[in-house]
Nanobody, 123 residues
Framework: QVQLVESGGGSVQAGGSLRLSCEAS????????RAWFRQAPGKEREAVAI????????YCIDSVSPKFTISQDNAKSTTYLRINNLKPDDTAMYYC????????????????WGQGTQVTVSS
């Protein structure tokens, strides 16, 4: 069992940045992926980014500039999501997820979920 706890959300003005954190209670020894998802009010959940236990990132949301950056600490217990140039459309609950099945942008592939951290962007 893995517990995930997100933090770092808040209310920011458009154009600002945030770094979200996801702390895991343990890191499995086997293949393991962590991902960030978000869900805006009235919209479906969408995947943002994925990182492997080895630190290799991939992104599920296309963006021209590096709006999202996923990373992890050296101990691999904490995953980060930096969001640059925040816009009101980025307002959502951001969730951390974890699982060992592979690098998927599909939430059904992840076994463990955190409670989420709210990001609210005002214009």
């Amino acid at each position: 069992q893995v517990q995930l706890v997100e933090s770092g959300g808040g209310s920011v003005q458009a154009g600002g940045s945030l770094r979200l954190s996801c702390e895991a209670s343990r890191v499995p020894d086997t293949d393991y992926y962590r991902a960030w998802f978000r869900q805006a009010p009235g919209k479906e959940r969408e995947a943002v980014a994925i990182i492997s236990i080895g630190g290799s990132p991939s992104y599920c949301i296309d963006s021209v500039s590096p709006k999202f950056t996923i990373s992890q600490d050296n101990a691999k217990s904490t995953t980060y999501l930096r969001i640059n140039n925040l816009k009101p459309d980025d307002t959502a609950m951001y969730y951390c997820a974890a699982g060992g099945s592979g690098r998927y942008c599909d939430g059904s592939k992840y076994e463990y979920w955190g409670q989420g951290t709210q990001v609210t962007v005002s214009s």
